[in-house]
């Protein structure tokens, strides 16, 4: 029975051993991809370009098995560390190899090769500036989903299945996109390498031009999908991260949100993250800058957000700086209402972004903000000299304008092309005034003779105190082209009043595939007492401070 028993063992061992490799191949999915290459190639007429280019993606393809596989008992048998990314390695080259053979032989096929290889580098240094921020957008999401309560507790009525069923998967895209967005930059800019490397290669060719020119083709146009098809990789990946870090800060806002409501708050948060008002409350980090015809002026804008929530709501901290960049520290271009528009100003506000509400006909939302704003000026006064009596002084003061104000932002049609953004403001400023401008020619009341008098222009008399309260309106019509904006101010005390009309010629639009990294625009004005009317220039671009690489 022993015998037996041993006999068969060996029969069974031999048998294993001697099992033709393809029993294994169902199972490897390299082996799968070339043989499905290989009978691409078989079928393409032979030496064609069709051919070439299958076999480049057939060379690509056999390139990963040393590094995704290993033998075992004579089987390919995937590595454990490396089963995630050789799966999608494979996916995208089974993309690539549909792409190339989708791709139909064209004499325009060396221009269009040329043109990628000329326009690659910059396309890839669009994917990444977008991934500069992956990982904080990565750990804003997560932190979020970590705040929530129980996932199976989200959303409310008939939506909560539906809404449990997105926070599990931004949460997923929250912990995997960033290092997706980063791997898809990385393979782009190999991509683009080697296209400009073929594009070279071809300027090299001396005549005939035909046999190095087809040589190169083939591999310029398998590199030309390849790169298309990791920037589309990394647009998916950017929007998919977005859209993750704006759903979970908006669940943890708003835990019972229904599906209407979640995705208006998500469409909110876009809008107001590329908010070009450097110096509203209402925005993510940025800088920006503005020009007109008397002065300029630049601000940054800086974003905290809590980890907590205040009321039922998520809180944020908002910090700007403003400044003029003109010598004598005034620029006119601006408000003439508002008394801290011209000055060196600090702005610290206070944000709660609220849950949306219905708005009749439409769904609209709000943030709500309070801010504490200081400004710093020096004023010239001029005072009669106390040891000479015909004489006047000019005398210096620096002086700090505080403000405390709410803004009330509202957005209504947030999911719509023609999206309309409306901000209600009301402050109190208690500053200094100087006096209005006199000519004045001082005398000594105790001489009794006739003379010549020196007279000075200027403000007579130390700058008093004042306390000014401010409403403002701003509306924002986004549309399919620019968008189109009126700013109007008014102080309630002397009853003058601001018009601005700022036109966003070029927008920075949230997750479009091809992301401006600016807003810029022009802007006209007027101002109670004007004659005529103040135009400026503006530029801003979203910028994170302080955060380090990874």
């Not at 999908?225 to 704006?246: F, T, V």
């Not at 939302?365 to 009669?384: E, M, P, R, T």
């Not at 990294?517 to 220039?537: E, M, N, V, Y």
Request: hydrophobic fraction near 40%.
């Amino acid at each position: 029975m022993p015998h037996r028993f041993g006999f068969h063992a060996v029969m069974f061992a031999l048998w294993i051993a001697t099992a033709p490799v393809g029993a294994s191949a169902a199972n490897d999915p390299i082996k799968v991809l070339v043989a499905d290459l290989d009978n691409q190639i078989g079928q393409a007429p032979a030496g064609s370009r069709t051919a070439a280019k299958l076999a480049l993606i057939k060379k690509r393809a056999q390139a990963l098995e040393p590094d995704c596989l290993m033998k075992a008992d004579g089987q390919a048998v995937p590595r454990g560390d490396a089963t995630p990314s050789c799966s999608q390695a494979v996916e995208q080259l089974r993309k690539l190899f549909k792409a190339v053979s989708e791709q139909q032989d064209s004499p325009d096929d060396e221009g269009s090769v040329m043109k990628a290889a000329a326009e690659a580098q910059n396309e890839v240094d669009k994917r990444r500036a977008k991934a500069k921020d992956a990982f904080d957008r990565g750990d804003a999401g997560t932190a979020a989903a970590v705040s929530l309560r129980d996932f199976y507790l989200l959303g409310s009525g008939p939506d909560n299945a539906s809404v449990v069923a997105r926070a599990r998967k931004w949460a997923n895209a929250a912990e995997t996109k960033p290092r997706e967005l980063r791997r898809a930059v990385t393979a782009a800019q190999a991509e683009a390498d080697r296209l400009v490397a073929l594009a070279v290669e071809r300027r090299k060719c001396s005549p005939p031009f035909e046999p190095c020119v087809e040589k190169l083709l083939a591999g310029g146009l398998v590199a030309k999908a390849a790169l298309e098809l990791q920037l589309k990789i990394a647009d998916e990946a950017d929007e998919a991260l977005s859209l993750a870090k704006r759903g979970l800060e908006s669940l943890l806002a708003n835990p019972a949100s229904n599906l209407a409501r979640l995705d208006s708050d998500v469409a909110f948060r876009a809008l107001l993250e590329s908010n070009p008002d450097v110096k509203s409350f209402f925005g993510g980090g940025a800088a920006g800058f503005s020009a007109g015809v008397a002065g300029s002026n630049v601000s940054f804008r800086y974003v905290i957000d809590q980890s907590g929530s205040w009321i039922g709501r998520r809180n944020r901290l908002t910090l700007i700086f403003s400044a003029p960049t003109n010598n004598n520290g005034v620029t006119n271009f601006a408000s003439t209402v508002d008394g801290l528009q011209n000055l060196n100003t600090v702005k610290l506000g206070w944000q709660l972004t609220n849950a949306p509400f219905e708005f009749p006909g439409t769904g609209t939302l709000n943030d709500f903000a309070v801010g504490l704003s200081a400004g710093q000026k020096s004023i010239n006064y001029l005072l009669v000299d106390g040891t000479t009596p015909t004489k006047a002084a000019s005398n210096k003061k620096s002086v700090v304008t505080l403000e405390l104000g709410v803004s009330w932002a509202f957005l209504a049609n947030p999911k719509s092309k023609w999206k309309t953004l409306t901000v209600l403001g009301h402050s109190t400023q208690r500053g200094y005034k100087s006096a209005d401008a006199e000519t004045r020619c001082p005398v000594d009341p105790a001489t009794t003779t006739a003379g010549l008098a020196t007279c000075y222009t200027g403000s007579w008399g130390e700058p008093t105190r004042s306390t000014d309260r401010l409403i403002s309106l701003e509306v924002r019509q986004h549309m399919p082209a620019f968008d189109l904006g009126l700013k109007i101010k008014q102080n309630l005390k002397n009853d003058k009043v601001d018009a601005e009309v700022p036109i966003y010629l070029i927008r920075n639009i949230p997750d479009q595939a091809e992301k401006t990294p600016f807003t810029a625009g022009i802007s006209l004005g007027r101002s109670t007492g004007d004659k005529g009317l103040r135009w400026g220039l503006f530029v801003t671009a979203p910028l994170s401070f302080g955060k380090p690489e990874r």
